[in-house]
Structures are given as structure tokens and as C-alpha cells.
């Protein structure tokens, strides 16, 4: 009998798009279930091999944002930059159906993955209410302020929504 443990945060954004923090081995047979295509990697930290052998082996692409600046920690805030950098240099993968189903993760899936997320809703016209509930919802008692005002002030002019979207935008 197997088991199909979702890693930690795991959660359905929007159909054949989730999020979650980092995913080990326990989480494979579960991940294998969706079918993925891509795996965005919010992290500075370099993933662990056997996850790098997964989606290997499952024909996963991985997608490492430049930009991240390693030298800043995992605990702090995303800084404007970075996500503008993942919401427009990945908007082609976040937004193009071709690259589904698509798996966005950081090293919790709280922070990084809450604010793309958070833009994103925007993006969907979401009211910050609903935003702001649901990365509170992921972030637990971590819950970053500086991260729901990137949020709240986010230009959503500053994203082109490409011809080929996902029915959802």
C-alpha cells in the first residue's frame, strides 16, 4: 500500500497550478499524481539531490529564478525586485498553459510563494481581503507585513498578460 503524503503547504492555486514548500522524498508518490510539467524554485537553497533526481526521472523541467540574491537570507522579505523579476521573466511560464500542470515552491511556502501568489490574485482582480486571507492562511504565525504591503501597492501594469493564458485570467 502506498502513501500520498502533499508536502508541507501543499495547496491547489488555480486547476493544474499548486504551491507548497520544499519536497522530499515522502512527497514523490504524491507529486507523481499530478503529472507535472514544471517545477518553479523559489529558493536560494539548492535543491536536494534526490528531488533533482525526481524530476529527472519523471521528465520534470526545473526553473531556478536568476535574481535571487543568495546573499540575502531565506527570512527575509522578498524584495520588490525578485518579484517583479519572477512575476515578469516567469510570466511566460506562470501564465502560458503550456507549461502545465505547474508546481511553484519555496523552502516553506510561505513567503516567496505567498507574495508571487499574492500577486497573482491581484493579477486575477482577487480583493485584498480574500489575498491577504489566503497568505495569511499559508504563512501560520509568520506572517510577514512588509510582505502584504508588496502586495497591497503590487502594479499590476507592470505584468503583460500574454495572448495564450490560462482560462482562469
Not at 503547504?9 to 503529472?35: A, I, K, T, W
Not at 525586485?81 to 503550456?98: C, G, R, T
Request: with cysteine; hydrophobic share 40%.
Amino acid at each position: 500500500m502506498s502513501y500520498f503524503v502533499p508536502p508541507c503547504n501543499y495547496g491547489m492555486v488555480e486547476y493544474d497550478l499548486s504551491r507548497s514548500g520544499q519536497c522530499h522524498q515522502l512527497n514523490f508518490p504524491f507529486l507523481e499524481r499530478l503529472n507535472l510539467r514544471t517545477v518553479i524554485y523559489l529558493s536560494h537553497d539548492e535543491p536536494s539531490q534526490p528531488f533533482l533526481s525526481f524530476l529527472e526521472d519523471q521528465g520534470i523541467a526545473l526553473i531556478r529564478p536568476k535574481g535571487l540574491d543568495a546573499d540575502i537570507p531565506e527570512s527575509s522579505p522578498m524584495s520588490e525586485a525578485e518579484v517583479l523579476f519572477a512575476l515578469k521573466n516567469l510570466v511566460q511560464v506562470i501564465l502560458s498553459p503550456q507549461y502545465y500542470p505547474l508546481h511553484v515552491m519555496c523552502n516553506f511556502g510561505r513567503h516567496r510563494t505567498g507574495t508571487v501568489m499574492g500577486c497573482l490574485r491581484k493579477l486575477q482582480r482577487w480583493s485584498l481581503t480574500a489575498i491577504f486571507e489566503e497568505y495569511r492562511r499559508y504563512a501560520g504565525t509568520k506572517v510577514r507585513l512588509l510582505n502584504e504591503q508588496f502586495i497591497e501597492l503590487f502594479d499590476t501594469d507592470l505584468v503583460r498578460i500574454p495572448v495564450d493564458r490560462p482560462a482562469w485570467l
